[in-house]
Nanobody
Framework: QVQLVESGGGLVQAGGSLRLSCVASDSSLSSRTMAWFRQAPGKEREFVGLITWTGKSTYYADSVKGRFALSRDNAKNTVHLEMNSLKSEDTAVYYC??????????????????WGQGTQVTVSA
């Protein structure tokens, strides 16, 4: 089964930037939508954004729209989440996820079968 590994998390001041990466162990997710979710302590997991299999379309939660940007490089089995103008409320563990099925666009976490271990992002005020 394909494995996902996130990296790039850390501690940053409010207003700063971070770039998260998600690397898949093989190319099996190249035809699937990839998404990022996050979960803050004591809160439900929430959708952050997704990028379609071609990388041509992206969709973001309202809370991050205009500040976060997704990109992917299928040749390197990699998805990036560029996070700018970070706020304290962005503090969470960020998870990369791959859709269970090919060639569709879906937001619900239940549709994603492949998950990374998560990377912590902490934004200090």
């Amino acid at each position: 089964q394909v494995q996902l590994v996130e990296s790039g998390g850390g501690l940053v001041q409010a207003g700063g930037s971070l770039r998260l990466s998600c690397v898949a162990s093989d190319s099996s997710l190249s035809s699937r939508t990839m998404a990022w979710f996050r979960q803050a302590p004591g809160k439900e997991r929430e959708f952050v954004g997704l990028i379609t299999w071609t990388g041509k379309s992206t969709y973001y939660a309202d809370s991050v729209k205009g500040r976060f940007a997704l990109s992917r490089d299928n040749a390197k089995n990699t998805v990036h989440l560029e996070m700018n103008s970070l706020k304290s409320e962005d503090t969470a563990v960020y998870y990369c996820a791959g859709d269970r099925e090919e060639l569709r666009l879906v937001i619900s976490a239940d549709a994603y079968e492949y998950w990374g271990q998560g990377t912590q992002v902490t934004v200090s005020a």
